[in-house]
């Protein structure tokens, strides 16, 4: 006898030859990190949400073949994302349906600068973004309370 298909995750919304379908949500966690800032965060919801989490230098662009939502964070450096975290969105494949949750680590200033950047170069290659989430002033080695940024990525995963 066959088992009912049963998923408790969250559902989205895609396009499969033009019909729109809807699809488990499928997370995974990539994210630069120059000093430990970001990579902290980026494990921290990784291991809030339970998804596969992978470090931009050492990951191929491809990855996300596998994947419906992409969480992908970058520390920000002059006001902008980190060259690494541009260059591997630059070889990004297209895509029509994926999601991207943004998050950014600074000291100052210049996320929102940092994250429209970021929204604004994967909407020309399809990806919508729907969370930029960025946390301040963290300390490498330091402890620090990712309780807001998780409990704004816990709100849409
Ligand atoms: C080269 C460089 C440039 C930076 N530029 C900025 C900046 O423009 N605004 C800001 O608030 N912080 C800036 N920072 C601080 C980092 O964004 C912050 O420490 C971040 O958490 C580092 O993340 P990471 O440890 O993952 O590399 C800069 C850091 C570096 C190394």
Redesign the pocket.
């Known amino acids: 006898m066959s088992q009912p298909l049963l998923f408790s995750g969250k559902l989205y919304q895609s396009h499969i030859n033009g019909a729109p379908t809807y699809l488990a949500m499928n997370p995974c966690v990539i994210?630069?990190?120059?000093?430990?800032?970001?990579?902290?965060?980026a494990e921290a919801i990784a291991n809030q949400i339970k998804v596969p989490i992978f470090s931009i230098s050492s990951s191929e662009p491809s990855i996300v073949d596998a994947y419906s939502t992409i969480i992908l964070?970058?520390?920000?450096?002059?006001?902008?994302p980190?060259k690494e975290t541009l260059a591997f969105i630059e070889r990004l494949p297209e895509t029509e349906g994926k999601k991207t949750i943004l998050f950014?680590?600074?000291?100052?200033?210049?996320?929102a600068r940092?994250l429209k950047n970021m929204q604004k170069k994967l909407a020309d290659k399809g990806y919508e973004t729907i969370l930029k989430v960025s946390?301040?002033?963290?300390?490498?080695e330091q402890p620090a309370d990712f309780s807001e940024v998780l409990v704004e990525i816990k709100k849409v995963i």
Do not use: D, I
Not at 104 to 111: A, E, K, V
């Open positions: 994210y630069f990190s120059r000093t430990g800032n970001t990579k902290r965060l964070g970058t520390p920000v450096e002059g006001a902008n980190a950014c680590t600074y000291r100052l200033f210049g996320n940092t946390k301040k002033g963290m300390k490498p």
